[in-house]
């Protein structure tokens, strides 16, 4: 015949319950890995900086060589835009 649970019974069943509950909310946040909306942020600037480094870098060579030409239509194209926008 079964008897009701003690107090004490209780106490260790929901202690078990606990940790147990504890140790799952470890395990599924250990198999979760997020990466903020901040830091996404920042890993497409470095991105951009490297990429606009690269071109400055790849602009100052061709000046030093003498090899960059300028494109006379695109600036005055720019320019149009710029001073329409005013």
């Known amino acids: 015949m079964k008897g009701n649970p ?11 319950n606990i ?15 997020e990466i903020s909306p901040q830091t996404k942020e920042d890993q497409n ?5 490297t990429k606009r480094n690269d ?8 000046i030093e060589e003498g090899t960059y030409k300028v494109q006379a239509m695109e600036v005055a194209e720019k320019m149009l835009k710029y001073f329409h926008k005013k």
Do not use: G, P, T, V
């Open 45 to 49: 600037a470095d991105e951009i900086i």
């Open 6 to 16: 003690s107090d004490e019974d209780r106490f260790h069943l929901d202690q078990n």
């Open 19 to 33: 940790e147990k509950i504890a140790e799952d909310k470890r395990e599924n946040r250990e198999e979760r890995i």
């Open 55 to 62: 071109r400055i870098e790849h602009l100052k060579k061709q």
